[in-house]
């Protein structure tokens, strides 16, 4: 059959309009796929580019709060662990720094004139409370910070620390209440009683709420030691005392308190009883077990009853070095308190030292404790006897006052002594 020619014309456009539909369709086709491809990795983009940004302030965030928390740290408080990072030895620099400046803050040295209004300075300065909840390994930490600068931030008065450690009450506190009489802002009081003891002094009573938190005590052992070193730490809170005297409920003073409080703020050394002693209740005490740390020739007896400057006093709570030595090696028959103390004094600083108490006894009838003084004992003549009864070295000088307290009277003591006092040692009647 014969094809027209007006139809060849026709379909070949037909054919070209099929192919350019085709064509937009597949191009159509393309520019979607290409879209959705792009659509995607633009959202990937975006979360990872989120994701980054989180993770850097994260991180900016901690580097921050890092820096901060360092700066107010050592810049706004000034108030450094001494043993944390340090452990105290003979050769630490920082306990060369402490025993060989001056033995404490000068009480003429000018302070700075600012306020203690803010109270937060206040409570950091002396806590209105001596009873808290720290275990012993917190308060040493607390007690062991000292400021970098050497000027104070207000008008500090120097104070001597009274530590009194007892069983329960102190029956001669009446004759001790007459001693502080007119003194308050010179000195600090703190008692450490056994924990079953809860009896209160009368409000108006010097004694009133001096009670530190406390653990029980056993003579002869490391709790014994325990407890001075409790009663320090909480007297080392107290930025304005100085001077820390250890005593006992039987102790009293053999002069007035302006004559004690003068005698230790003047003193260039502390007062820690420290000699070698050759004999069996000496070096014979000495557990070999302490060496290297603690050698025969560093071995040292003393009284436990002493007196300290403030920097000793926190070479002592700040102790880690030798402490555990005595803990884990002093045992009856080594008695901790009649060795440790004059062993460390004697490894850190002994030119600091007076190597003697100030606390009199009477040994003279032998035994393992010493005399217990009753009322028929205390008359004036006896007591002049404690009072001047040698003479000694104080500050690279000759002095008839070498002995400020004594021990040990039976609470029968108490009236004789208050009738004594007045005139006798000046207190008022």
């Not at 060369?96 to 004139?113: H, K, M, R």
Request: overall charge positive.
């Amino acid at each position: 059959m014969p094809v027209s020619h007006s139809y060849l014309p026709n379909a070949r456009k037909e054919m070209k309009q099929c192919r350019i539909t085709l064509f937009v369709k597949e191009l159509s086709v393309r520019i979607r796929k290409e879209l959705i491809r792009e659509g995607s990795f633009q959202i990937t983009a975006t979360i990872i580019l989120c994701l980054s940004m989180a993770f850097f302030v994260v991180i900016l965030g901690i580097f921050i709060n890092d820096h901060v928390r360092k700066f107010i740290a050592s810049e706004e408080f000034y108030l450094p662990q001494l043993t944390k990072f340090y452990p105290l030895s003979p050769w630490s620099p920082y306990s060369q720094f402490l025993c060989n400046t001056s033995l404490f803050s000068s009480p003429t040295s000018p302070p700075l004139n600012s306020s203690t209004s803010n109270g937060a300075l206040r409570d950091l300065i002396a806590p209105k409370e001596l009873w808290h909840s720290m275990s012993d390994k917190e308060l040493m930490w607390r007690a062991s910070m000292v400021p970098y600068l050497v000027d104070y931030p207000f008008d500090r008065t120097t104070k001597v620390a009274f530590m009194f450690l007892s069983r329960g009450r102190l029956p001669l506190a009446s004759f001790w209440e007459k001693f502080f009489k007119g003194h308050a802002g010179l000195y600090s009081i703190y008692l450490h009683t056994s924990p079953e003891y809860h009896t209160e002094m009368r409000e108006s009573s010097v004694f009133y709420k001096r009670r530190i938190p406390s653990k029980p005590v056993d003579w002869g052992k490391a709790t014994m030691v325990d407890a001075e070193r409790r009663l320090l730490a909480n007297a080392l809170l107290d930025f304005s005392n100085e001077r820390f005297v250890l005593l006992s409920e039987t102790c009293i003073p053999l002069f007035n308190f302006t004559t004690i409080y003068n005698y230790l703020i003047n003193s260039n050394h502390s007062f820690v009883s420290s000699f070698d002693d050759p004999r069996h209740i000496g070096r014979g005490r000495y557990n070999k077990q302490m060496w290297p740390t603690v050698t025969l020739p560093d071995w040292r007896k003393g009284s436990q009853w002493f007196e300290v400057y403030r920097n000793l006093a926190v070479e002592i709570v700040s102790d880690v070095t030798y402490y555990p030595i005595f803990k884990e090696h002093c045992r009856p028959p080594c008695y901790m308190d009649e060795h440790y103390l004059a062993t460390l004094v004697n490894k850190l600083c002994p030119e600091m030292n007076s190597n003697r108490s100030i606390t009199w006894v009477d040994w003279s009838r032998g035994g393992s404790h010493p005399t217990r003084f009753v009322r028929k004992d205390v008359t004036e003549a006896f007591l002049n006897q404690a009072r001047y009864g040698l003479n000694c070295s104080y500050n690279r000088g000759l002095s008839s006052i070498c002995f400020l307290f004594a021990r040990k009277f039976h609470p029968s003591t108490l009236e004789p002594l208050l009738r004594i006092a007045p005139s006798l040692l000046g207190f008022d009647p």
